[in-house]
């Protein structure tokens, strides 16, 4: 659970400034298409790593421009490795600070300017994209445009339950499609596609982190406090449904 609270409280430190959207590894935190910093998934401590200069700190690393390129890193070379939340903290409003701010409207401008273009979160593109699978069952697809309906509207606590009965039947299908006879809960149907081999190994630490402590039982009152799980939810499901197409391309 610690990898989830920290998320809450970038979100909330973050608030409406910057946008969200799960990676393999994490979530990544952007100003329209710039990358901000990205939060690393981690059993215990933070891991964050920046894209924009922050001030120094215990336990933040300066990459050098060798360093950089060596791994990959694009534009991140400032990486914070350590356990204090208010460290964390003043790094992330060092870094929406150093960022450029949107204009203000000047009260002599017309009002009815004409909107050129919207920024869509990329984890609701995501969504959209997997309602469109072509190798899903009908019934698969309607329940993932419902969750992603839930998804746009900002119903966080209503697409998680949503999105689970989908994955749900999912793995069921999955399953079916290979010979063998679903059984169980959510769960079991996961373990089972990773222990058969149908879904790479590299999702155990997901699937374990999901089911902590029955965490997909849980009912947000809060929507923000939602927020975090169904970031997670549409990642893990996009993964899942790119292993489906897989599977299908092979058999």
Request: glycine share 4%.
């Amino acid at each position: 659970m610690e990898y989830e609270a920290q998320l809450e409280k970038i979100l909330e430190w973050v608030g409406p400034r910057l946008i969200s959207c799960p990676v393999r590894d994490g979530v990544s935190f952007y100003q329209n298409t710039d990358k901000i910093f990205k939060i690393r998934r981690r059993r215990k401590g933070w891991y964050l790593e920046f894209s924009v200069p922050v001030p120094a700190c215990p336990d933040l690393k300066v990459l050098s421009s060798e360093e950089v390129v060596v791994r990959k890193l694009g534009r991140t070379r400032w990486i914070y490795r350590g356990t204090s939340d208010e460290d964390v903290r003043q790094l992330v409003v060092a870094a929406m600070a150093s960022i450029s701010q949107p204009r203000a409207v000047e009260p002599a401008m017309m009002r009815d300017m004409r909107i050129v273009t919207e920024f869509t979160c990329p984890c609701l593109k995501k969504m959209e994209k997997l309602q469109n699978a072509s190798n899903l069952p009908q019934e698969i697809s309607q329940q993932l445009k419902e969750a992603c309906d839930l998804l746009r509207s900002e119903r966080y606590n209503d697409f998680i339950p949503r999105i689970a009965q989908a994955l749900q039947n999912i793995t069921s299908h999955m399953l079916h499609e290979n010979g063998i006879e679903p059984s169980g809960d959510l769960r079991n149907q996961l373990d089972s596609l990773i222990e058969r081999g149908i879904i790479s190994s590299v999702l155990k630490d997901e699937v374990a982190e999901l089911f902590r402590t029955n965490i997909l039982e849980r009912h947000f009152e809060d929507q923000m406090r939602a927020y975090p799980l169904a970031l997670m939810l549409v990642s893990f499901t996009s993964k899942l449904i790119n292993v489906e197409k897989l599977v299908n391309h092979w058999s």
